[in-house]
């Protein structure tokens, strides 16, 4: 409490003060004519300031003792311009070819690009803007190198992608970075900042860059800054968009016919082997009748995707906001609406119980800048997000309830399954099914809405203190950061799944045979609510911050931060953090370049004694084009830098169970007369005794470590068309916890706790080339990226293997162990008795033949191998197209992942338990045994069925490296005269697209899914990845 | 510049605001305040984590582990068959002879012994470490230590049963951090270890609890403990029977060559077992009357089903004498613990019941008749009224078509139909249904719906120590002990004495003719309390014994199937059981396999003959 007060003392106590005014006007050109939006503003007191309009003209109010005037615009050197007593100051701008004045973000400040010594990457909020997917990560795919996602679903709500910066190296925790949020720890879903607020996309990504944040920057750290007021009349920009979205892979199964055909087959395949089928065949009647349509209530042909899903749902973005701001307050205002429509169709819609899937965001921020004084600036930013989720309560399968699955769920769903309605309306079933009418569920079942409110509110005070010492600057932050939900589920009484009835009809007697004898009406819904446990994160921070140039030569800078972070999350015990930052830098004429950054942190999940720890970083460059010798004789190349960066990270991002590891605790039995508990009873008369256990055995353990060093180049040339930033990294992450392997004999085994042991070596290089031209009116530019991550474990705690080729050490992580596929037993084979055969069941011509790795002669679980990808893609590439002709611009993304593997498992191609699909129809037969795409049909699982992830092979696990267009824009402007006219500043018409196109490896996708879906998925959150087609427009008053 | 002045105070101040507080911002708060200085610091929750240890006792015994891995030992025996029938259940690993290393967690039967047994010497252990900085009494230190002893003890018999030789941990308390590398130690040690750790405590404990303390260890259990392993380590298995094939396993199965000094040991242990019980009040309950006062009822040999049935003995029996206490280790149960029998192996028609298994047909033919005789010895037997004339031991341990019980509603007792075609109960009813079901230790006026009584599990029964006394002294060449004991076993299970007072016995009989008796005997005294798994393995009969078809007992009656007249009359057919009929037994069974992650977690091991 006493911090709060004396913060807010802090921030009361300046005044305000004003002094008389002085007016000056002029004209700012560049060699093209007139230049708008130049910022200009009195040196001294910033707040005095404003832009150039349209003919680049500007009117500017200035106090009694001006000083120099400050121009100032992006892409071009700034200027001073002494005003001593003039009334008009008219200017040329010249452009900056050498990038000297372009700035970046970095953690706990900005930096000068050319001054730069750390490996960043960056992207406006400009060109995330472009791209209409609803979750803000899913607009950097692509186009930010050293960044690696995977887009594992495409629910609204739900379909934002996993990130990792520089790939994963760690087996604990999820790896995902830090977001940091103008200067605090970001608590909710990156997904859910509304890129209509965002000015700059960070992404630190060595040591040199991320060391400030200490314990917690060894998985890289992204930063965004939101956008700000400037000056000048308030300026309104509207914008709203319009979406179509379908699903990129539409989920796709043959009908009655085609399927009971090879429901034939499979059953017949059986019986000519001698196996005994687990299912009986289609009689000719039944084929010919689902071949004709004869008897559809009989013989129903029912395209589920068809009658379930509809072929686009929409999507709406719309967006305010206001910013403009006076010489002593400025502001940002954002408000902002996306609405996410499910793809099922609409059959609850009027019952008042929408059970599709929708998601709605309220999105707001306001960011006002206060400057009471010269010296002095206040920023209080409140912003917030207001969520609904929901999702049909579809009351599916255990473990399986989802639309999409069932769709693809043979047992329940199959083309043949029921007939929708019967011929009197009443929904229609088949006896023989568990669950009842999916028409009827989506409509009568009622909903799971999850409701969730994210606020967040920073306040910070920057005092300069130049009248201690010249560049010296104060500066502090509060922030809060929360969110808190609850979730509301409407449904019918009961749990058996029939609380509607379903009619089953004979199409020959015409009669109706209720499903359950005990309903003959619908039941009547009701509501339940559970809270979901909330976040609450405090974040403290002061910090002095000097930077100052002696003679032009010598810049000296400096950063000391003190940063406190409490962390309360539901019941858990609060997480505390404690950090102190140092930076020091120098550079001499931005020729030579030395930085010293450090983070000393302290975390309450480690023990006292391990509790802090100083991580260092050290940085260096060389800008050669500086130097005489270089800058007189290679005139084209603008700037070439060289730097390097080597230094420890921590990160202290652990999996659930493993804060607090140091404390041994015991257990003491519940209460009651549970089978499994320590209970022990006492007496002739019984007196229950609930014993007391060691539970976890304590380990002072710390966190996890990381050193990184990383070389870079910087190439600017013919005057700033091409760029080429270049980096290559080694990443060594060790201490990694993890829970050992000890004998159960030790007594201990299910007790210990992890220990610092594990360890991984992450190495990989990226580059980025862009080049800016222009023929005539037309402007354009590529840009195109690669980055490589490769990781490798080290050390794991790995029992002894077997067999050396089931060693997972060494492999990267996420590798998983399986048969090598290599082809069709023949008849020939299964004769040989030579060729190897699996350990169990039956095996036959047409089944998966796989390598005996140990020449045992047998398949078995010896002869797993790891196979050759994980599920994580190594190499992402991404190219950028952009241009733009007068009132046109465009700009398209491509991106592509390779090196990695898919494997599913159900909503997939497993044969008698999901439904077929075209790959069925080539499966192997007599008839069809030269490469066929698929093994042998059967009823009964076998070493050629998915069944069991023991039956993990090449086959299944496929490499499944794509190439997409992620985002395209085409936009037109309306003239400025034509606008005008209705009085409105500039309008803009735009169509733009994301996942519009998917090239994956073809033969490679058996499966037939989105190609970055989550490998394995039992298919609970299964859902359908999205393409958009939007339809944008953006008005400024 | 006076503002900015004051603004740096301000800030200076700010600073110190944060700092000052720096002390123990970060100190977690733990959720719970119970850890290893809290426990050993009350005496109360000192006493608590042993009965922790305590816990686990009856972690072998088979109605316990029907409830952590479904398996009971039982099934996996000739003596009944499991409901659960798949390849990869437990039981079926077991009774089917697919024990392997690989077998993962769960269908790994044996897995849950070694690691619960390893984990409660582990707590043991702590318990001795810490015990002394409690504030117990001297005198309670001094007996508490010896129940821990006892208790770990235990535990290593148990690991020992079914492995062999296991490392022998000592007293060492594994730090999170230490490598644990100690290799399997050789079965002579292992023995020698629980013997001399048994022999240390006897001392230290009382020979009877009294009324509150009822449940903890004596030092008559210490005793009778000794003389189970003593016999266990003189069996043909491990007494000259090893089955080890390199020296390292021949070490860790059992010892090199035989000595009868063994045997000696042995009976020497029980003998001193079964003075000290006597002399404590300990007995066989003999009891051939059911009911009080004028509704009493000749039931012969009643005293052995009324032991499962209550939780001490406490009082006089007819006569005015004390009664006698016949479990020498009782495993407590709570009290809401008590319907585990009912409610997991009574047919489904007296009320909510799994019926886990069901005992086979071979099981009742080991049954003798009520003159002592096997049934094909005696003329009495009628083969088409089966369960007539029967030693009564067969009506308490199975219950068969026409059995009474509670019914599910009301307390009246009906009768339980077995038939093929009855309902509900109805062999036909289910694939691994063997016309029989479990009534050991269970009582017909309860079911799992109503009636209650309070019992303890017979982890060791004096009935046992008297039967490992008769095995040993007959193994050393003194019979007669052996005639002597069956003759008080059978005479209290209520078999006639016949005119001879042989109680069916054949005069005269071999040592090896008496081992097939005693080994019967001990099959029929204790079946369903997890004996016979380990029985036929020592004696090194399960090769011939396990390999064995199992049946069930089709009985086919005239008449409508679903009601039952005085006047219907019953075929009896004896046929194999539907589902895993057909039980076998290898010769690397005889001892459980290590598991293989165990195996790659300590390269140390040596891993059992055969796997």
Known sequence: MRKYLITACFLLICSLSWAQQHVITGTIVDSDGPLPGVSVYQKDSPSRGTVTNLEGKYRLVLDKSPGALSFSYIGYLSQEVNVAGRSVINLTMMPDAKGLEEVIVIGYGTQKRITNTGAVSSISGDNLRQSPSASLQNSLIGRVPGVITQQQSGRPGGDGAQILVRGLSTTNGNGAPLVIVDDLEYAGNIADIDPDQIETFTVLKDASTTAVYGIRGANGVIVITTRRGKTGKAQITVRSENSLQQPSYVPEYLDSYESALLFNQAVNNDIALGIAPSRTAFSDEALEAFKNGTDPYRYPNVDWTDELIKPFSLQTRNNINVQGGMEKAKYFISAGYLGQDGLIKDFSQNSGMNSNYYYKRYNFRSNLDVQPSKTLTLNLDLSGNFSERNSPNNRGRANHDNVFFEISDMNQLAPW??????????????????????????????YVREFRNDLTANFRATQKLDFITQGLSAKGVVGYNGYGGFTRSLTRNGTDGSDFPAYSYDSQTGSYTILNTNIYRTTLPNLSNSNNAGTRKLNWQASLNYDRTFGSKHRIYALVLYNYLNDISGADVPDVFEGYTFRLGYDYKSKYLLELNAGYNGTSKFSQAERYSLFPAIS???????????????????????????GLTGSDNLSGGFDYVYLPTYDRSATGTGESTWNYSLGDTPTAINGIRESTLGNIVTWEKEIQSNIGLELRMFKGSLNVVADVYSRYRYDILQERQVSAASGISSQLPPANIGKVRNRGFETQVTYNGRVNDLNYNVSGNISVSKNKRVFFDEPLKAYPWKTLTGQSIGSELGYEFLGFYTEADIADVEIAKPSTGQVFAGDLKYSDLNGDGIINADDMSVMPYANLPNTILGLTLGANYKNFSFSITAQSALNFSLSARNESVVVMSNNFREIHKDAWTPENSVNPSFPRLSTVANISSLTTLSNISTFWSRRSDYLRIKTAEIAYSLPKELVGKVGLGSARIYVNGYNLLTWSLKEKNIYDIDPENQARSTGEDFYPQQKIYNLGVQVAF | MKNSVKVLILFIILLQAYSCKKQDILDAKPNTDLNLETTFADSARTSDFLFGIYSDIALDFSIERHYSISVSLADATDESNHRLGGLNQPNTVLALGALSPANGQGNHPYQTTWEKSYSNIRAANIFLANVDSSPFSESLKKSSKAEARFLRAWYYHLLVKGFGGVPLVGDRILEATDIFDTPRGSYEDCINYIVSELSAIENDLVASQNSQNYGRITSVAAKALKSRVLLCAASPLTNGGNIGTSPEQRAVAGYQSYSEQRWRDAADASKEALDQADAYGYGLHVKHTIGSGSSTKAAPGYGFAEIYTRRRAIGTDADGNPLKEEFLLPGMRVTGGNKRLESRFLPQSTGTSRTESAPSHNLVKAFGTINGKPTSEDPTYDPAKPYQNRDPRLHYTVIFNGTPWRASSGSSQKPIYTYNGAPTDGINNSAWFTGYYWRKMMDSTVNSNSGSFQRVWPLIRYAEVLMNYAEAKNEIGDISVAYD????????????????????????????????????????????????YYDVRRTKTAIKNQNVLMTAMKITKSGAPDVVKATDTYQYNEEPIATNGQHVFNEQNYWFPIRQTEMDTNPSFVQNPGY
């Open chain 1, 620 to 646: 260096a460059g060389w800008n050669i084009s500086e130097e005489p010798f270089f800058k007189d004789n290679i005139k084209f190349v603008d700037l070439l830098k060289i730097r390097g960066s080597y």
């Open chain 2, 485 to 532: 004991v069956l003759k008080r076993i059978r005479k209290r299970a209520g078999i006639r004495a016949g005119s001879d007072g042989m109680y069916g016995l054949e005069p005269g009989m071999s040592k090896e003719k008496m081992r097939e008796v005693i080994l019967n005997e001990r099959q029929v005294e204790f079946a369903f309390e997890s004996h016979r």
């Open chain 1, 417 to 446: 399954a029921y007939p929708i309605y019967n011929p009197d309306g009443s929904y229609g079933i088949n006896p023989g099914n568990t669950l009842n009418n999916i028409v009827g569920r989506l409509t009568e079942y009622g």
